[in-house]
């Protein structure tokens, strides 16, 4: 079996299912113990995933935590250390019955395996899941638009983790829905803050993370298959600051608050194309920006290592001072 965690459900019939223990906790302790690193520290977790009665809700698999185990593996190349002090502040929405998802894509489902105490007298229980990759809060793998690009079991934890920004557009996009974040935005952000650093996470806040998971007012549309996705109205990034960034900054990743970092009504999506072009993933359905500061915290998005990949859930959590 390859490394998962229990979340203290599983054998617990009180405990805590996944969707309920805390960043720091995940970060620190819950670290399955059958979770065995191979020779090559190469570590995978999956969900265990656990019944939450009515909702059925879950969150996305432990990410943190293959980080935490390689840390403290000697054979590792070392990982820059995050910030030590701070509080974790979780930036993933749930994956639920409620979870968006692109109007063609399958959406997220939970099946019980198991929950009830066994002939043997303990309790246990155990789901299983299924989804397109492309849903809830989750990463873009630059080969999901570029040929070439890596998929997501290829990119390292290195680029997935660092100092971010934040670029805030909420009165923009509140007021036009199709709203495109533009290189002037880009500018006005480093007029006030200073130039982007050096390998930051780029952010870009809209505000439409308050409307989820209402498919009418986050995507434009609560319409599924095909028809649907010329009815898809949601702010992103324009082309012209794809460009610009991958032009006149070095940046790990960008994520932001919508479904896709190209807006709703793209044809092309050129966004998406330009940025994988330079290998940079894209963090899309990023929830709770607004507990960020505009500069200053520290990211850590690390989705699940699906191999081949296009993207992945993710759970992204972000260390604020
Ligand atoms: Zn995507």
């Known amino acids: 079996m390859k490394p998962h965690i229990h979340t203290p459900l599983t054998y617990n019939h009180s405990a805590k299912p996944f969707g309920f223990v805390n960043v720091s906790d995940k970060w620190s302790s819950i670290v399955d113990k059958q979770a065995k690193m191979t ?13 939450y009665t009515g909702s059925m809700y879950i969150k996305s698999s432990l990410f943190v935590v293959p980080f935490a185990i390689i840390a403290a593996c000697h054979t590792c190349a070392a990982i820059a250390a995050p910030q030590k002090s701070g509080k974790w502040i979780d930036l993933t929405h749930p ?17 019980q395996e198991f929950h009830a105490h066994t002939d043997k007298g303990y309790f ?32 390292s934890l290195d680029q997935l983790s660092g100092d971010a920004i934040v670029i805030d557009v909420t009165r923009k996009a509140a007021a036009n829905r199709d709203y495109q974040i533009s290189v002037d935005d880009i500018k006005a952000f480093e007029a006030k803050y200073g130039r982007i650093p050096k390998d930051a996470i780029v952010l870009f806040r809209t505000g439409y993370a308050k409307r989820w998971p209402n498919a009418e007012t986050y995507l434009g549309t609560s319409e599924r298959g095909q028809d649907a996705v010329a009815k898809l109205h949601f702010p992103g990034l324009h082309p012209d600051a794809a460009r610009w960034l991958v032009k006149n900054r070095t940046i790990k990743a960008v994520g932001l608050d919508t479904a896709s970092i190209d807006y709703g009504q793209s044809k092309l999506f050129e966004s998406h194309q330009v940025l994988m072009a330079k290998n940079i993933p ?31 859930p993710l759970r992204i959590a972000a260390m604020v001072k």
Request: charged share 20%.
């Open 95 to 111: 994956f639920s019955e409620k979870t968006l998802y692109w109007p063609t894509a399958k959406s997220f489902t939970l099946e």
């Open 282 to 312: 894209a963090f899309e359905n990023v929830a709770s920006m607004d507990k960020l500061p505009p500069t200053g915290s520290y990211i850590a998005a690390f989705p699940m290592k699906i191999q081949g990949g296009t993207g992945a």
């Open 124 to 155: 246990y229980a155990a789901n299983r899941y299924s989804a397109s990759e492309h849903g809830g809060t989750h990463i873009d793998s630059p080969i999901h638009f570029s040929e070439k690009g890596k998929t997501v079991d290829k990119l």
């Open 39 to 51: 020779s090559d520290c190469d570590v995978v977790l999956h969900v265990s995933a656990m019944p």
